[in-house]
């Protein structure tokens, strides 16, 4: 997995969302699965902005989200929805009927999941996933023994998590459950960006990068993936070794 260091967000997210807009123009129907979080503003950001001054278009591109809490309705101010319609999706030209995220409401979950896992198919595959990464490693919602083999499914949260995404809700309780794109929906996109921002990443990132593959670090499965890139501001890259090219 080659990794790419940044003097600070700022360029990380530039590069990152290059990298999206490249794509895009290449290929005008390109298939996208994105992230939420913090991480990921930057490029969305950047992204409304080459959209709004260079007149980059996402019309007949396809857009896929990571994951969604289980129990949240679309219009739940926590819910990754319309985290997805305020910074990204309704500031760009994106088509509705080409926009997916799982729906947490969903009455019979398992067929939801299935839904979305033939959703994808028919789109042709993922060509470029972005992806962020939790302080214990998660990758969306596949937290520490997720199976690589996994499809999209639903999944407990584990406390960390809860407690890191608390103050988005109500009393600091975050669900205890999600559906999230599993980590073989992952690993099979075309290539795959996984962003870190800032020091409380480190450490995750240097485990992704240096310790074992294994499945209690979700991220390490990245290292056999033919095409992933870490796109990392040198804060997040402050506990890797040496031997990562900048
Ligand atoms: C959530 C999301 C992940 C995201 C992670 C890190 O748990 N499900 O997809 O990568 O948070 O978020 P942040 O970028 O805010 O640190």
């Known amino acids: 997995m080659r990794a790419r260091v940044f003097p600070d967000y700022n360029a ?16 005008p129907s390109a298939v996208f699965m994105l992230p939420t979080g913090i991480t990921p503003l930057g490029i969305y950001r950047r992204l ?12 007949n591109a396809n857009f896929f989200n ?4 289980l129990g949240l309705a679309p219009d739940h101010r926590a819910s990754y929805h ?5 910074h990204f999706y309704e500031l ?15 009455i019979d979950p398992e067929a939801e999941c299935e839904r979305y896992e033939a959703a994808i198919r028919e789109a042709g595959g993922i060509d470029v996933c972005v992806l962020g990464i939790g302080r214990n490693g998660h990758i969306g919602f596949n937290e520490p023994g997720a199976p690589f083999d996994s499809r999209t499914r639903v999944v407990e ?7 890191v995404n608390a103050s988005d ?20 996109s075309k290539s795959v960006l996984l962003l870190a921002s800032g020091t409380n990443k480190a450490g995750a990132v240097a485990a992704a990068v240096e310790d074992d593959v294994s499945e209690s670090m979700p991220a390490s499965m990245l290292r056999s993936h033919p095409n992933a890139v870490l796109f990392l501001d040198e804060a997040a890259a402050s506990d890797l070794g040496h031997g990562v090219a900048g």
């Not at 990571?66 to 809490?69: I, K, S």
């Not at 760009?92 to 969903?106: C, E, K, L, S």
């Open 66 to 69: 990571l994951d969604e809490y």
């Open 82 to 86: 319309v985290y997805m319609k305020e």
């Open 12 to 27: 990380m997210s530039a590069a990152a969302a290059d990298v999206v807009a490249r794509r895009s123009n290449e290929e």
């Open 92 to 106: 760009i030209n994106a088509d509705p009927a080409r926009v997916f995220v799982p729906d947490g409401t969903a």
């Open 157 to 163: 949260l584990s406390e960390s998590t809860r407690k």
């Open 169 to 188: 809700f109500e009393a600091d309780r975050a669900p205890e459950r999600a559906i999230t794109a599993g980590m073989a929906t992952i690993f099979d």
């Open 48 to 59: 409304v902005e080459m959209h709004r001054s260079e007149g980059l278009s996402f019309a």
